[in-house]
């Protein structure tokens, strides 16, 4: 079946401007994870979506990050008044949840540039 | 605090050498996951480890989870260049009843021919 896609899969930017990112996760799958990666590093957790709730925020590094998921599926990210520390990839995961392994399908990412 | 620590942080080894990354972890977790990411890609999952003992094998790669110690292991046998890539661990916590995923530092590999 169709594994989470993510769009745009590259978008520059220029500083001060807004982005929506947009994943859609893999079908019946109720958790959604948003990431961010820079260049070289690891993970970074942002936010986490259980069904269209967002029981974990605590990953967002600022309120000009915020998050949403409608119809227990498509999420978007959007981030205001983009910084250029804000570039990096942005990375959608999502999974079943419990009783399950819990394992985490990812999507292509978006490579955010903001100049 | 959940916190996980993958140790080398890059790794350069000759083909057809054996070698083991490892991954610590600071509190209970009930799942480790093994992921693999090569340039410019995303991350595709390789293991999942579900308890204490696992051990699970996929061509020249073998993961293993010993939860007492709270250590999992990634352990390369006569390595190849197309293994050439970022090796993350990840583990599954649980914090107010909501589950949080933490990753590791990554492992950079590079087979050299």
Known sequence: ???VSQSPSNKVTEKGKDVELRCDPIS???ALYWYRQSLGQGLEFLIYFQGNSAPDKSGLPSDRFSAERTGGSVST????RTQQEDSAVYLCASSLTSGT???QFFGPGTRLTVL | ????EQNPLFLSMQEGKNYTIYCNYSTTSDRLYWYRQDPGKSLESLFVLLSNGAVKQEGR???SLDTKARLSTLHITAAVHDLSATYFCAVRGIT????KYIFGTGTRLKVLA
């Open chain 1, 1 to 3: 079946g169709a594994g």
């Open chain 1, 28 to 30: 019946g799958h109720t």
């Open chain 1, 77 to 80: 990210l959007t981030i205001q």
């Open chain 1, 101 to 103: 392994a819990g394992e």
């Open chain 2, 1 to 4: 605090e959940l916190k996980v």
């Open chain 2, 61 to 63: 790669l073998m993961a």
């Open chain 2, 96 to 99: 107010s009843g909501t589950y």
